[in-house]
C-alpha cells in the first residue's frame, strides 16, 4: 500500500506536533518572510474558516490565477481543509483562455493578483465579470459565469466586489472551531483536493482530477528518491500551478518535514542568490532554467557549495547540461524525473546513488506502488526490454479522470486501469527507462521512423549549440522533413551550412536535418514545456510551404511505417 491514506490537512497537521516549532515551511529569501509549520498552519486555519463564513465549503472549486505569492500556498492547504477544489490556472493565459477554465471548471471562487508582467489580471476579471462594480462581497451573480459566486483578492488592497486576504484571515480568527473541526473530520483522501488543467500543446486544456491520495503519496516518495529529511531547503523557482511545483516541490517537502524557499517567479540570477543565501541542499527546475543559471554572467560569484539534490524535469535533459549541474553546481545527486499530470505527475525517477550513466541518460525507474509497462501502440501488446513502446503506468497515482470529459478520461484510461502517456520509451534489463519522444512527435520521412531526441543529443555535441529543439516540417515529397530549431551559445558564428556538414556521416542521411533555423526563445508554456507544435507552425510560415496540399491528400495518402 502506498504510505499514507491520510488527508493533505491531517497529514500537515501531524507534522507541525512532530517538528521542532522552530522548523521552518517556507522561505522568501527576497523578502525574508519566513512561516515556520506552526505559524504557517495558524494562517491556514484562519483562511479556511475564512472561506467557510463566506460560503466556499466541501465539494466547491476555487480557482488560483497567480504567480508564486506566498499566499498561493495558503489558499491550497486552506481549500485542502474544508475540502473545496483548488484549480490552478496558468499565469500566462489571456481573457479567452481564462474564460474557457473559469466556465469549464465550475468555478465558485476565483483568487487573483493584481497582474503578471504587462497583463492586468484585474483589468481581465473586471472585463470578463463586470458585475464585480456593483455586487456585494461574495454575492456575485454574473451572466457569464453562473456558477461563480465570489472573487478574492491576494493582498492588502480592496477592490471593488472583492474580498481580499487580509479581510478572509481575520474573519477567520474571529469564528469559531465547531464547524471547521466538522467539515475536516468529513473528508476523505479519496476525494479530490486538485484540478490542473493540462498544459495545452495541443488541443484544448483538459482539467486533470487529482485526490489527496494521489498527491500525497506521489509527492512522499519523490521525495524518498532525494533522500530528503527535515534538514533540507528546497528552492523552488517552478510554478505553483503546475505538478513541478505543488506536487514535486510542496508534498515531497512537507511528507520529510523539509523547508520550501520559493521564488515568485523564475530568474536565475535569484535562484542562485536563494541558494546562497538559505543554504538550499536541493533546487528544482527545467533543463533551460538550469541552462540559464550556469550561463548566467555571475554564476562563479555565488557559492553552491550547499546543494546535494534536486530534479530537473519537464522535458528531456541533455547530458552536457546535466554533467555541468552535478559538476559546477555541487548538485551530485541530482535527479532526473519522468510523469505527467495525469500521473500525479511523476511516474519514474533516478536516484541519488545511481550511476552518472543512470542519472544522464535515463528517467530512472519506476516509483514504488506503480505499475509501469511499455506496448506497441497499435496492438497493445507488450514489448521486450530495449524495444520502443508506448508507456503506460497503473497504481494509486492515476488521476480521477478529467472533469466532464468521460469520453477523453476513457481514452486515456483504459478498462483494466492503465493511464496511457503518449510517450515513447525503452526498458533496459535493470527497470531503467528512457523516453525517446512523443509518440505524435514522432516524425515519419517517407516512411522511416524518426525521434527527435535522438537527434537533439547528436546535435548538442556541436560546438556553439546551447540548446536544440527538433520538429517535423511538411514536406511535399517526403511528407514530413526534420526540421531544427536552433539557439546559439554567446559569440558563436555557425550558420545552417556548418550545421548540415556536422551531420555528414555522423547520422543516417534520412535523419539529417534539411531545415536549420536559428532562434533566441523557444515558445513554451508557462511551466516549462516547449511547444513544439508552435515551432512548426512557425517554419511552414518561414519556409512559405502549402499546407493545403498536404491536408487534401491525408484521406488518400498515408506514410506507412517501415519496421
Known sequence: ???????????????????????????????????????????????AKGLLATGIGKGDHVGIWATNVPDWLTFMFATAKIGAVLVTINTQYRSFELEYVVKQA?????????????????????????ELKTCQRGRLKSERFPELRSVIFIGQEKHRGMYNTRELLLLGSQCGDERFNKVKASLDAHEVVNMQYTSGTTGFPKGVMLSHFNILNNGYYIGERQKF?????????????????????????????????????????????????????????????????????????????????????????PEETMRQVMDKMNCTDITIAYGLTEASPVITQTRTDDTVAQRTGTVGAALPEIEVKLIDPETGEEVGVGQPGELCCRGYNVMKGYYKMPERTSEAIDADGWLHSGDQAEVDEDGYYKITGRIKDMIIRGGENIYPREIEEFLYTMEGILDVQVVGIPDQKYGEVVGAFIIKKEGADITEEDVIDFTRGKIAPFKKPKHVIFVDAYPMTASGKIQKYKLREMATEQLEIDTTVFDSEKESKCPINQR
Not at 522568501?28 to 483562511?47: A, C
Not at 468555478?107 to 481581465?124: E, G, K, P
Request: glycine fraction near 6%; charge should be negative; hydrophobic fraction near 45%.
Open 106 to 130: 465550475d468555478l465558485a471562487a476565483l483568487v487573483i493578483i493584481d497582474s503578471f508582467r504587462d497583463h492586468s489580471y484585474l483589468d481581465t476579471v473586471n472585463e470578463l465579470i463586470p
Open 1 to 47: 500500500m502506498p504510505y499514507t491514506k491520510k488527508t493533505i490537512g491531517a497529514y500537515f497537521e501531524e507534522q507541525v506536533k512532530r517538528l521542532p516549532a522552530e522548523q521552518e515551511f517556507i522561505v522568501y529569501p527576497d523578502r525574508d518572510l519566513r512561516w515556520t509549520y506552526s505559524q504557517f498552519n495558524e494562517r491556514v486555519d484562519n483562511l
Open 229 to 317: 529529511s527535515s534538514v533540507d531547503r528546497v528552492c523552488l523557482p517552478v510554478p505553483l500551478f503546475h505538478c513541478f511545483g505543488c506536487v514535486l516541490g510542496v508534498m515531497a517537502a512537507l511528507g520529510h518535514g523539509a523547508t520550501l524557499v520559493p521564488l515568485e517567479g523564475f530568474d536565475p540570477l535569484l535562484v542562485l542568490a536563494a541558494v546562497q543565501k538559505e543554504k538550499c541542499t536541493a533546487v528544482y527546475g527545467v533543463p533551460t532554467m538550469f541552462i540559464a543559471e550556469l550561463a548566467h554572467p555571475m554564476f562563479e560569484m555565488f557559492d553552491m557549495s550547499s546543494l546535494r539534490t534536486g530534479i530537473m524535469a519537464g522535458s528531456p535533459c
